[in-house]
């Protein structure tokens, strides 16, 4: 994945210092709390994403943390019929698309497209080096 931002479209803007993206794994119950106490929505969630470079007034050198609940990543892999791998990879480009600004929620439909479209674009180019 990594191969695709380097000198990217997608990474221009961003401050030369920016290096590196967390990812944590855990559960429902996890991903639950943060949801409710972050974004006032009091369910679990596949996914999240948090800036490190948002509003922020120093240079810092993490994107942002990505958090993926291994529990609905299950599922939605069995719902999909994909592997696991497939649609962690997935939920790991959706969160990334997220820290660098790009929304699905509370955009206009073309926005959103825009999103789900580079997403697709983005794991299928992964998917095939």
Same mark, same amino acid.
């Given at each position: 994945?990594?191969?695709?931002?380097?000198?990217?479209?997608?990474?221009?803007?961003?401050?030369?210092?920016?290096?590196?993206?967390?990812?944590?794994?855990?559960?429902?119950?996890?991903?639950?709390?943060?949801?409710?106490?972050?974004?006032?929505?009091?369910k679990?969630?596949?996914?999240?994403?948090?800036?490190?470079?948002?509003?922020?007034?120093?240079?810092?050198l993490?994107?942002?943390?990505?958090?993926?609940?291994?529990?609905?990543?299950?599922?939605?892999?069995?719902?999909? #019929? /994909? *592997?696991?791998?497939?649609?962690?990879?997935?939920?790991?480009?959706?969160?990334? &698309?997220? @820290?660098?600004?790009? $929304?699905?929620? #509370? /955009? *206009?439909?073309?926005?959103a497209?825009?999103?789900?479209?580079l997403?697709?674009? &983005?794991? @299928?180019?992964?998917? $095939?080096?």
């Amino acid at each position: 994945m990594m191969k695709i931002l380097k000198d990217s479209e997608l990474t221009k803007n961003l401050p030369k210092t920016v290096n590196e993206v967390s990812i944590l794994f855990c559960s429902d119950q996890e991903i639950r709390v943060l949801n409710r106490d972050f974004r006032n929505k009091d369910k679990s969630t596949d996914v999240l994403s948090f800036s490190q470079i948002e509003n922020l007034d120093f240079v810092s050198l993490a994107l942002g943390d990505i958090i993926i609940s291994v529990d609905t990543a299950l599922v939605q892999a069995n719902e999909l #019929n /994909v *592997s696991l791998d497939d649609e962690v990879l997935r939920l790991s480009i959706h969160g990334l &698309l997220h @820290l660098l600004g790009y $929304d699905h929620e #509370n /955009v *206009s439909e073309i926005e959103a497209k825009k999103m789900r479209d580079l997403e697709e674009k &983005l794991f @299928l180019e992964v998917c $095939d080096d």
